[in-house]
């Protein structure tokens, strides 16, 4: 009787080791489609800012709801590495023809 035990018990192992993995290809999935969903978001943003001429204002938005805390990310906005503002040495500025690889990036991607 025990051998049955037994096999039960490795069964159970197998079936919850499966069940984990799922859990966690699920999880992957959601976040995948979480990313993708923000990239879209953030194009569509980006883009009718840049048409708008309000990309500064939504900069400024951003640093204001601190939103911008990496180092990097004020850096790539021409915002002081701390504190709130636009640094003197690098203000934002978006050229057409950064908008258009970005698009086409972006559509690639989609």
């Given amino acids: 009787m025990g051998n ?3 096999k039960l018990q ?3 192992a197998k079936i ?3 069940i984990e993995a799922e859990k966690r290809r699920l999880k ?3 976040a995948r489609e979480l990313k ?3 990239r879209i978001i953030g194009r569509f943003v980006f883009d009718r800012a840049v048409k708008d001429g309000t990309l ?3 900069v400024r938005e951003m640093d204001q709801a601190d939103h911008l805390k990496k180092a990097v990310d004020r850096k790539l906005f021409g915002l002081s590495e701390n504190g709130h503002g ?4 690098e203000p934002t500025k ?3 023809n950064n908008q258009e690889n970005q698009s086409t990036e972006t559509a690639a991607i989609a």
């Fill in 28 to 30: 992957e999935a959601d």
């Fill in 36 to 38: 993708q969903k923000i």
């Fill in 86 to 89: 636009h640094s003197q040495a």
């Fill in 4 to 6: 049955k035990l037994n």
């Fill in 94 to 96: 978006i050229n057409e």
């Fill in 56 to 58: 500064d204002d939504l």
């Fill in 16 to 18: 919850n080791s499966e």
């Fill in 10 to 12: 490795e069964q159970l």
